[in-house]
């Protein structure tokens, strides 16, 4: 079992940042992708940004290309999302989550309880 913990959301004014974090714990993550997702209200869950645990390149929305970076720091067992630039279609909840390396929502095994994140105009 892996146990999720994201921390960092708030209110932020347009063109502010914030810093995700994701807690991670129980087993290893070093075979796992690990992965931001966002869900506005009425919407669908949305893909924002992946990378594998263990390195390698990650994989970003067209969306948030060039203002959001996804980092880990293997010390702490934690991910990390850095988001710039924040725009009012940002607001959303977001979530950390891990499985196998896919934009699809629906195929990762485990969530964290989302962290609210609010962009006013």
């Known amino acids: 079992q892996v146990q999720l913990v994201e921390s960092g959301g708030g209110l932020v004014q347009a063109g502010g940042s914030l810093r995700l974090s994701c807690a991670a714990s129980g087993r290893s993550l070093s075979n796992y992708n690990m992965a931001w997702f966002r869900q506005a209200p009425g919407k669908e869950r949305e893909f924002v940004v992946r990378?594998?645990?263990?390195?390698?390149?990650?994989s970003v929305a067209d969306s948030v290309k060039g203002r959001f970076t996804i980092s880990r720091n293997n010390a702490k067992n934690t991910v990390y999302l850095q988001m710039n630039s924040l725009k009012p279609e940002d607001t959303a909840v977001y979530y950390c989550?891990?499985?196998?390396?896919?934009?699809?929502?629906?195929?990762?095994?485990?969530w964290g309880q989302g962290t609210q994140v609010t962009v006013s105009s």
């Open positions: 989550a891990a499985g196998p390396s896919s934009s699809n929502y629906r195929v990762y095994d485990y």
């Open positions: 990378m594998y645990w263990s390195g390698g390149g990650t």
